[in-house]
């Protein structure tokens, strides 16, 4: 079910503009503040025929930008993720309104979804940022930069090389090197996206907001958490935080939640954050006058959820394309 609500910023209490519109379809609210950042051009646009474009469709760039409106100067409010499935719900001149697999909506650009089956999804990119060439040289340049986590569906390899279909029915290559799978430990996996900035709206490794770094260190868990940072408050238990994966949140009132970040143990804990002018993912301490409940936020409280009894939907991060009957409820 979505809710809705008057849309306020998320800049730690700031008002947005009154000319704002006053609703969008959203979990929550509460992600922390940035300026607007973009990430959508990144690759050559693929053409798409937008005649039957209603219904299921999968992403076929690799980060967008969803906005409040159809216009680029209307607000960001979350993104759309490479190999995504979409459900595009109407049109407006050269703009798709969508529904994403964590049920946000929000308006894209004409063009930027593929209506192909899913992807299989074999592989996933392994580094923060990863090219895919059209050919097996690097020598041309790539044909886009994949985020962490971006499935890609294999077709043949050799010893350097995978050959990859991308959502659009392209052929394309990607380096085995950057598809590597990796061992997971909560901890060190969390800090390999430290320094990467602040991104209001973000969800992938171009640059997170506060929630979207949580709603994605969970999803490698198998737990699919809410979008937002309000929702996200009423998974699992209230607890006092002590232990590696404790949820912490902060907000002006219980209802006003509007940041949280994880612990990494009794004292530390990681997030991004454009607040102390550091727009960026890193570790801060609970002690930290900023962060003790003393400071902007006077509310905080902290959550466990129980990754292996959590009733919460799992999932892993390949699994975006294959999701179509969760997007139709």
């Known amino acids: 079910m979505l809710y809705r609500n008057n849309l306020k910023s998320r800049e730690f209490g700031k ?74 719900l109407k049109k407006q001149k050269t703009w798709f309104f969508i ?13 930027i979804v593929a209506k ?18 059209a050919q097996p040289d690097t020598v041309f340049g790539p044909l886009m930069t994949l985020p962490f986590g971006a499935p890609l569906e294999r ?20 380096q085995k090197g950057d598809t590597e799978p990796e061992p997971f430990d909560l901890a060190p996996f ?6 990467l900035p602040y991104t209001w709206g973000g969800r992938c490794s171009f640059g997170f ?7 994605m260190l969970f999803a490698r868990m198998g737990v699919a ?27 002006h009132s219980s209802g006003d939640i509007r940041h949280v970040g994880m612990l990494l143990d009794g004292e530390r804990f990681i997030h991004t954050s454009a607040r102390e002018n550091k727009p960026y993912l890193r570790i801060s301490q609970l002690s930290d006058p900023e962060w003790n409940g003393s400071g902007f936020y006077a509310y905080r409280c902290a959550r466990r959820i129980d990754v292996q009894t959590s009733n919460s939907e799992r999932h892993s991060a390949t699994d975006r394309a294959d999701q179509t009957a969760r997007l139709l409820h």
């Open 15 to 88: 008002e947005s503009p009154q000319n704002s519109s006053p609703k969008r379809a959203t979990i929550a609210l509460g992600q922390g503040a940035s300026e607007e950042a973009h990430f959508e051009a990144n690759s050559t646009m693929p053409k798409t025929d937008s005649s039957g474009c209603f219904g299921i469709n999968i992403i076929s760039l690799p980060c967008v930008d969803m906005r409040e409106g159809p216009s680029e100067k209307s607000q960001v409010v979350s993104q759309a993720l490479f190999g995504e499935a979409v459900e595009v």
């Open 99 to 111: 529904k994403t697999s964590d049920h946000y909506t929000g308006w894209i650009r004409e063009g």
């Open 116 to 133: 192909e089956r899913p992807l299989r999804a074999d592989l996933e990119v392994s580094r923060l940022q990863a090219h895919v060439y």
């Open 155 to 174: 077709v043949s390899a050799d010893e350097r090389w995978h050959q990859v279909l991308l959502p659009d029915g392209r052929s394309a290559f990607i």
């Open 190 to 195: 969390s800090q390999k996206f430290l320094g």
């Open 209 to 215: 907001d506060c929630s979207g770094f949580i709603q």
């Open 225 to 251: 958490l809410p979008r937002d940072a309000r929702q996200q408050v009423h998974c699992g238990s209230v607890i006092e935080p002590r232990l590696l994966g404790d949820l912490i949140f902060w907000g």
